[in-house]
Each structure stands twice: as structure tokens, then as C-alpha cells.
């Protein structure tokens, strides 16, 4: 049996190239010809690779690459080994992915599972869908009455587009999600297993029993975002669910009803956020932080991983901890009981 290769590179650029697509500088007398053939971690780079230097904690392995360029500081020059060009940026990991787009365009968003153009065999797409030019449908997937899905979009196989459901162009729908009561824009990436649209969780509770709550409202995506797979958004309950433009939600988080984020928010995984909260634009929460419902979370916020957060945080503040707290009291709650934890408190 073979070993496969995902993703083979669509074009072999020249430092030449990279140069012209990232703005990087190169020393006098560079020989701007050499190719690149393949990208590599640091410290696996061979001739032919491409590499990159971001992170000050792998400037060591620097001085031992073999690859043939490097993306990296200027401050790092005098580490560059003598076989390796250097081409300089001040933001060498935002060039690398610039790199790699171009590259391996078949990265960049879910493809086809089966290899295929327009509607495969197998497919179901009803007679009152409206598809755009260059739609592709995978074999499994279902599309419902009145959907609408724009120029480009790829609907991956046993994905499930309900009824009344908009999508953008030259988005992709991975294999196995679910959107339905969802309005999506152009440029949007849903991965696997993702579920948008389903009931919010709405109940009137009583000691006579819970009274489910109907969700009639929508869920808003807009342009160029990306959700994780197996992330789940509820519809909104009496308004939409609104994800903000060039937001980045991760694996396994959760959107409650109601809730509004705002553009480019990063939300890791695990990440759960109750019904009605408000998120600012560029908004960052870490890995299993929680928020309690009816928040106001201010622009440029940030929250750390494992992070509860039970009150409003001003915008460009950085919390921590559960109940979450401004980082600086956080800190020094956690060194004070650190200093009391290992301190003994008896003279036996």
C-alpha cells in the first residue's frame, strides 16, 4: 500500500515569488531564483523547503536548518546558516500562510469528498433549490426547498442544507453538518459535523414541569467566517444568533440562542457562551472558558482558557480564573495561594 500525499503543492515559487507575495526583504546579492518545492518545520527543513521563525523559543534550532529559505526577523539574521536564505519579515508566520495559500489552494477550505464537480450521483436536491454556477454537491447530501447556495460553494458529502437556507458564494460545508434557520454569507468555511440552526434552549421552568419555549428567530453568519467542526450555534429564540465577519470559531464550541459576536472574535474549543451575551469586536476567549448568558464582553477583551465568566468585562481587558477576574488580580490571587500552599504552617 502506498503512503498518500494529501496535498501536493499547485505551483513551485522562487524566492522571487515570496518576496513579491509578502513583502519580505532579502540580503544585497541574494540569488533570487531558488525554488521552493515543499514548506517544513524548522528544524526538519531540507534543500528545497521553505521554513519560518516566529517564536523566539525555537531560535536555537535556527542555526542547524537545511532548508533552503527562511521566513523570519531581522534580528535573527546573524543565526541563518550559510546555505539557507533568509528573507526577512516582521511577521514571518502571517507570510508563511501566505505562502501556503498559494501553494496548496486545497487547503484553504474543505473540498469535495468525492473528487467531483456540479451535482454527484446520489445527491438530492430539490426542485425549488436555486443553485448558483459552479455549485458542487457531494453524494449523501441533502438540499431543502427554497435554499438558496451562491457560485462556488461546495456542500460536502451527508451535509444537510434545510429548507429557506442562504448561502453565500465560495463557501464550503463539510461533510456531515447540519444548517438549517441560518442566513450565511460569502467566503464562509463550516467543517465537519458543525450544526447551525437547531433549537435554542429555551424552557419556562415550574414545579409543574418545563414549557418547552419555541425559537423562532435566525442564525447570521456573515462574511469570511470559519467554524470548527462539531461546533454547534443555535437559532435565536425571538431575534437571530449573529456571528460577526472574519470571526474564527474552533472545534466543539458551543454559541447559545441570542447570542451576538462580534468581527474577527477568535473563540477556542470547548468554548461555551449562554443565550443573549453580546461579544465586541476582536474578542478572544481561551479553551474551555464559559460565559453565563447576558454578558456584554467590550472590544479586544480577552479571557483565558478554563476561564468563567459571571460579570461584564470592559473592552481591552485581559480575565482570568473561575469566577473570571481582571488578569493582574487573578495572578496574584493565584501566587498568594501558591505562597500559602507550600508554606508550612506549623513548627513540627
Known sequence: MTE????????????????SWTGAEVSPGTDLSVAVANVAPLDQGVPGDLVFLDNAKYAETLGSTRASLCLLSKRYAE??????????????YRAFGVVLQKMYPDANRPQSAFGARGVAPGAIVHPEARLEADVTIDPGAVIGPDACIGEGTIIAANAVIGPGVRIGRFCS????????????????????????????????????????????????????????????????ANRDTIIGEGTKIDNLVQIGHNVTVGRHCVIVSQVGISGSTELGDFVA???????????????????????GVMTDIPAGERWGGAPARPMRIYMRMAALLEKLATTRGDKN
Open 285 to 307: 476567549i481561551g479553551g474551555q472558558g464559559g460565559l453565563t448568558g447576558h454578558l456584554k464582553i467590550g472590544m479586544g477583551a480577552q479571557i483565558a482558557a478554563q476561564s
Open 79 to 92: 543565526r541563518l546558516p550559510a546555505g539557507t536564505i533568509g528573507l526577512f519579515t516582521n511577521e514571518p
Open 173 to 236: 460545508v463539510g461533510p456531515g453538518a447540519v444548517v438549517t434557520n441560518t442566513l450565511i454569507g460569502d467566503r464562509v468555511i463550516i467543517h465537519s459535523g458543525a450544526r447551525l440552526g437547531q433549537d435554542g434552549f429555551g424552557f419556562a421552568m415550574s414545579p409543574r414541569g418545563h414549557l418547552k419555549i419555541p425559537q423562532v428567530g435566525r442564525v447570521i453568519v456573515q462574511n469570511d467566517v470559519e467554524i470548527g467542526a462539531n461546533t454547534t450555534i443555535d437559532r435565536g
Open 4 to 19: 498518500p500525499v494529501f496535498f501536493r503543492p499547485a505551483c513551485k515559487p522562487t524566492a522571487a515569488d515570496i518576496v
